[in-house]
Nanobody, 121 residues
Framework: QVQLVESGGGTVQAGDSPRLSCAAS????????MGWFRQAPGKERELVAA????????RYADSAKGRFTISRDDAKNTVYLQMNSLKPEDTAVYYC??????????????WGQGTQVTVSS
């Protein structure tokens, strides 16, 4: 089992640059690909960003490219999502997720409980 706990959400202003964190425990963190998903009201859950277990591979949703950066600190068992220039349409519940080595689907095996990010204009 892998337990994931997100932090860093809340209500921010458009243009702000908050950082989400996800602390993992339970298994060898460095063996897992990590990702951030989000789900806005009335919309399907979507992958925002993902990083492989080696950090060599990252990918981003088109809406996140150039604004968001995913990173991981294996010494701290933590993955981050740096979000810059937030827009109201970024408002959603953000979920941390994990799968062995790399996330390749929209249904990874392990999920955090989610953290709400609300962007006010």
């Amino acid at each position: 089992q892998v337990q994931l706990v997100e932090s860093g959400g809340g209500t921010v202003q458009a243009g702000d640059s908050p950082r989400l964190s996800c602390a993992a425990s339970g298994r060898t963190f460095s063996d897992y690909g990590m990702g951030w998903f989000r789900q806005a009201p009335g919309k399907e859950r979507e992958l925002v960003a993902a990083i492989s277990w080696t950090r060599r591979n990252t990918r981003y949703a088109d809406s996140a490219k150039g604004r968001f950066t995913i990173s991981r600190d294996d010494a701290k068992n933590t993955v981050y999502l740096q979000m810059n220039s937030l827009k109201p349409e970024d408002t959603a519940v953000y979920y941390c997720a994990a799968d062995p080595y790399i996330i390749t689907t929209i249904t990874p095996k392990y999920w955090g409980q989610g953290t709400q990010v609300t962007v006010s204009s």
